[in-house]
């Protein structure tokens, strides 16, 4: 009598269990991001596993091109976008651009002002 008690709550407890677990995996899966990532994250990484994987211009057309696909589909980019494009551009030398593109990102991010307006400053002392 008591194993027959305890396989019921066990099988009770498991059937719960299991409807927790696919409802909180249905809500993860019809959940919309908040931004637009793109290729960003798998840039970075390739980035830094495997340096001179991509090079600055490779890096600028894949992140224009992530920036363009957001905007097609009305979905704000990622942090970090529009500063790592301007870290290409300053090493392409194109200080205009990424002049631009820095402060892109601190208007899309003010919590970002700090680092920005670092960069902003090494920028202008490399001149």
Known sequence: MIKNKSLKHFRKSSTVLLALVLLALSGCA???ST???GEYEDLLYS???E???ADSTTQISTLVADI???EANNI???PGIHAHLGYMYALEGNVAQSKAEFMTEKS???ESAVLIDGMMNRLEGAK
């Open 108 to 110: 899309l991010f003010p």
């Open 30 to 32: 019809s959940q919309k």
């Open 76 to 78: 704000p980019v990622a």
């Open 68 to 70: 363009e696909k957001a």
């Open 35 to 37: 931004f637009y990532w």
């Open 51 to 53: 340096p001179g994987s």
């Open 47 to 49: 980035m830094y596993i």
